[in-house]
């Protein structure tokens, strides 16, 4: 607490700016971005305005650290005393809850005129219900109450895929939510995986994540499943809804099967930190590369080489 009191009155102005930044938890932004721009480019064939994706990528970019922020003010108390995040600004007291506050409300109102200006209203508001559900669905009503927490409230997580989606087209088409799916079944694994390894930080402020609650074998056997119906669900894009090509449907196989071996793997080593680990470090990996599959294959080349190739294998 003495650290608390010193580092709030004796930050330049640059620290005050780092302070804020972290506040909005920079280093998950990327990857919502990659999965709203994997959506932008199946949604257009291809071939992304440059200035709608520059307003939507930081539409979203502030909607999420709006989101983030928001989080931090209400989960203060637990990151106080969890290792993992007790030197966040908030906790450490670097900034002020109402300063914090302010500073969401800025954020969510810059990225509601950058996505109504130069994207669309639907846009715009689908990125104001993600703040909204990840704020009062998940971080009030169930992190602290249910293992379901991140499973539900992974769907705020899956929101930045239709705002991609509903810049681009103004609707939101089945395609779309085959993206929100994709998004959503990944994020038990993703979330858990990780969970299995920091179990006793969220037992020590009650929070029922699955491992607390349930114990490392019955989380392994939930992420196990949530593999196993995420890999298909990714291929619904290839078939039926033929929005992905062989490109996508390749990389999705290889990078699927992975998931699946690093998912069975953990299954049957349930307390190996080691394999959890792995399958939370792949999960990012594999989003990231799954949703480069998705834009590459949009490309009008690519679709050109992979009809080109399907004819000469045909002959
Ligand atoms: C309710 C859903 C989710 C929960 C509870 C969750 C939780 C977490 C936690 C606790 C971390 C560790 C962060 C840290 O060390 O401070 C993490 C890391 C990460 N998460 Fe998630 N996550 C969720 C969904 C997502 C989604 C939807 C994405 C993006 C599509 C995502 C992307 C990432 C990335 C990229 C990292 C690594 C950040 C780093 O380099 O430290 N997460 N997640
Ligand atoms: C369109 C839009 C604005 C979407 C917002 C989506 C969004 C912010 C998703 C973030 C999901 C996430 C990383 C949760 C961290 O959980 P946690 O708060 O339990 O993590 P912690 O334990 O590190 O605090």
């Known amino acids: 607490m003495i650290e608390t009191s010193v580092s709030r009155h004796h930050q330049n102005f ?14 998950i932004i990327p990857l919502l971005l990659i999965t709203t721009a994997a959506s932008m480019w199946i949604a257009s064939n291809g071939k992304v305005d440059p200035v709608l994706l520059v307003a939507t990528l930081s539409g979203g970019t502030f909607a999420a650290g709006a989101a983030q922020t928001i989080n931090c003010i209400y989960d203060r108390d637990i990151d106080y005393d969890m290792e993992r995040t007790r030197h966040r600004p908030l906790p450490s007291g670097r900034v002020q809850s109402r300063d914090a506050l302010i500073f969401a ?27 909204v559900f990840y704020v009062g669905i998940y971080t009030h009503l169930l992190k602290r109450h249910t293992t379901q927490n991140i499973v539900i409230g992974g769907a705020a997580g899956a929101i930045p895929a239709l705002v991609g989606w509903a810049a681009c087209t103004g609707s939101l088409s089945l395609p779309a939510w085959v993206l ?108 990231m590369l799954l949703s480069a599959g998705m834009m ?3 490309l009008p080349i690519t679709q050109q080489v992979t009809t080109a190739l399907m004819a000469l294998v045909a002959q």
């Open 14 to 27: 640059f620290q005050v700016i780092q302070s804020y930044y972290q506040l909005t938890k920079p280093r």
């Open 105 to 131: 409300l800025a954020l969510a109102t810059i990225s509601f005129t950058l996505l109504t200006v130069f994207a669309n209203l639907l846009s715009a508001l689908l990125a104001m219900s993600g703040i």
């Open 180 to 287: 929100f799916a994709i998004v959503f079944l990944w994020t038990p694994p993703h979330f858990w995986a990780l969970a299995l390894m920091i179990r006793d930080d969220y037992a020590k402020v009650g929070v029922p994540m699955l491992p607390v609650v349930a114990g490392n074998t019955a989380t392994t056997r939930q992420i196990w499943l949530y593999t196993l119906i995420l890999i298909p669900t990714t291929l619904l894009l290839v078939y039926p809804l033929n929005v992905s090509g062989l490109f996508y449907a390749i990389v999705a196989l290889v990078l699927g099967s992975i998931f699946i071996k690093k998912a069975w793997a953990l299954l049957h080593d349930s307390s190996n930190q080691q394999q959890a680990r792995s399958l939370f470090l792949y999960s990012i990996l594999y989003m």
């Open 296 to 298: 590459i294959d949009s």
